[in-house]
């Protein structure tokens, strides 16, 4: 059964860079059926995608933050990890990692197992 | 702003039927898989719908479909805990590249 597990710090200064981990347990981070990716719910609010990191090295990110976003992955210690820099109080959230998993194209793929989320508020 | 659009509420008594509507355009359903998230307050998402119409180890009450550019989520013999908060999500097609959106979220409230 996986399981996904998000760590880092709760709160992060406006100018700052937000770092995220997420391990891995269970299944292998290199199984080439997944991408792993980065969700956010700010308080009170609907759910956005922010980016994927697929098992071939291919990553997609949200335009609003693409400029500002890296999405890793460290098959080394089964995790992968979310850098968003320059954050200010729009990016107070809570951050869930997720499995995508489908077959064939990008686009046929879907977020099938969610970590439980971490808040994340930007604050000086 | 979700570029898919779906209704902020609905509501149905228990028994009943309801459908929750999830409208975007050629870029996302009208060319790629809709998927289908339940989310309880201060809980993370679980997936119900998967490829527009598969059930992923729900309830078969749970029913997608799709239609040109728009998808509905079915939840039939409603529930008191299906009360919770849908989304619809899509690949989108844009020029500034591959993305996931989300719907802006319906809150199904059983009466």
């Known amino acids: 059964q996986l399981q996904l597990q998000e760590s880092g710090p709760g709160l992060v200064k406006p100018s700052e860079t937000l770092s995220l981990s997420c391990i891995v347990s269970g299944d292998s981070i290199s199984n080439r059926r997944y991408y792993w990716g980065w969700v956010r719910q700010p308080p009170g609010k609907g759910l956005e995608w922010i980016g994927s990191f697929f098992s071939s090295g291919k990553t997609y990110y949200n335009p609003s933050v693409k400029s500002r976003v890296t999405i890793f992955v460290d098959t080394s210690k089964s995790q992968f990890s979310l850098s968003l820099s320059s954050v200010t109080a729009a990016d107070t959230a809570v951050y869930y990692c997720?499995?995508?998993?489908?077959?064939?194209?990008?686009?046929?793929?879907?977020?099938?197992?969610w970590g439980k989320g971490t808040p994340v508020t930007v604050s000086s | 702003q979700s570029v898919l659009t779906q209704p902020p509420s609905v509501s149905g008594t228990p028994g009943q039927r309801v459908i929750i509507s999830c409208s975007g355009s050629s870029s996302n359903i009208g060319s790629n898989t809709v998927s289908w998230y339940q989310q309880f307050p201060g809980t993370a998402p679980k997936l119900l719908i998967h490829?527009?119409d598969q059930r992923a180890g729900v309830p078969d009450r749970f029913s997608g479909s799709k239609s040109g550019t728009s998808a509905s989520l079915a939840i039939s013999g409603l529930q008191s805990e299906d009360e919770a908060e849908y989304y619809c999500?899509?690949?989108?097609?844009?020029?500034?590249?591959?993305?996931?959106?989300f719907g802006g979220g319906t809150k199904l409230t059983v009466l």
């Open positions: 997720a499995r995508g998993t489908g077959f064939g194209d990008y686009f046929y793929y879907y977020l099938d197992v």
């Open positions: 490829n527009n």
């Open positions: 999500a899509a690949w989108d097609d844009s020029l500034n590249g591959p993305h996931v959106i």
